[in-house]
Nanobody, 111 residues
Framework: QVQLVESGGGLVQPGGSLRLSCVVS??????MSWYRQAPGKQRELVAT???????NYADSMEGRVTISRDNAKNTIYLQMNLLKPEDAAVYYCRGFPGDYWGQGTQVTVST
């Protein structure tokens, strides 16, 4: 059974940082991504990483996020810095091929 389990979300003040994790079991994905979805908005891509470490970032958070991958642990991470209130969303990890999703982790940015 393939599972993707995100963690690390929570409440942070504007300007703060969070590190999200996505632990994968049951499969090794060639490509993994982080997405986010804010209330009333479409789910959008944040960052992608291949199993060789090649990364790609969406404009919305580029320069403030870093995606990384620990192949030995079959885990990906999203380090988010200088968070803004508009970054508040549910963050999901996604694995390719096969298009698997985790359940999401909530990030709230507020004073």
């Amino acid at each position: 059974q393939v599972q993707l389990v995100e963690s690390g979300g929570g409440l942070v003040q504007p300007g703060g940082s969070l590190r999200l994790s996505c632990v994968v079991s049951g499969r090794i994905f060639a490509i993994m991504s982080w997405y986010r979805q804010a209330p009333g908005k479409q789910r959008e891509l944040v960052a992608t990483i291949t199993n060789s470490g090649r990364t790609n970032y969406a404009d919305s958070m580029e320069g403030r996020v870093t995606i990384s991958r620990d192949n030995a642990k079959n885990t990906i991470y999203l380090q988010m810095n200088l968070l803004k209130p508009e970054d508040a969303a549910v963050y999901y990890c996604r694995g390719f091929p096969g298009d698997y999703w985790g359940q999401g982790t909530q990030v709230t940015v507020s004073t």
